[in-house]
Nanobody, 119 residues
Framework: QVQFVESGGGLVQAGGSLRLSCAAS????????MGWYRQAPGKERELVAV???????NYADSVKGRFTISGDFTKDTVSLEMSSLRPEDTAVYYC?????????????WGQGTQVTVSS
């Protein structure tokens, strides 16, 4: 199991910036990937940005050039710097982590933090 402490959501005007932070407490197993997903009302949860323990990064096309993810796998923390925010970025943002357990990939999500971008 993985426990998360998420912080940094809130209300911001379009064009503004926010920083999301997440600290994970994992069990014996090491985390493989950490990152952020989001879910807007009436829509499916979608990947925003993830970073692997080897340093590879993947962004959703909609946030490339505006969001920056960073992670520290020695501390099991991940952050998301969001700039040039748009109303369509409004969603609940969920911290994400996965780990390999007995050759199976186990996925975990935090409780979520609300990000609201006003126009």
């Amino acid at each position: 199991q993985v426990q998360f402490v998420e912080s940094g959501g809130g209300l911001v005007q379009a064009g503004g910036s926010l920083r999301l932070s997440c600290a994970a407490s994992a069990s014996t197993f090491r985390l493989n990937v950490m990152g952020w997903y989001r879910q807007a009302p009436g829509k499916e949860r979608e990947l925003v940005a993830v970073i692997s323990s080897r340093g590879s990064i993947n962004y959703a096309d909609s946030v490339k050039g505006r969001f920056t993810i960073s992670g520290d796998f020695t501390k099991d923390t991940v952050s998301l710097e969001m700039s040039s925010l748009r109303p369509e970025d409004t969603a609940v943002y969920y911290c994400y982590a996965d780990m390999w357990v007995s050759l199976r990939l186990s996925k975990f999500w935090g409780q979520g933090t609300q990000v609201t971008v006003s126009s």
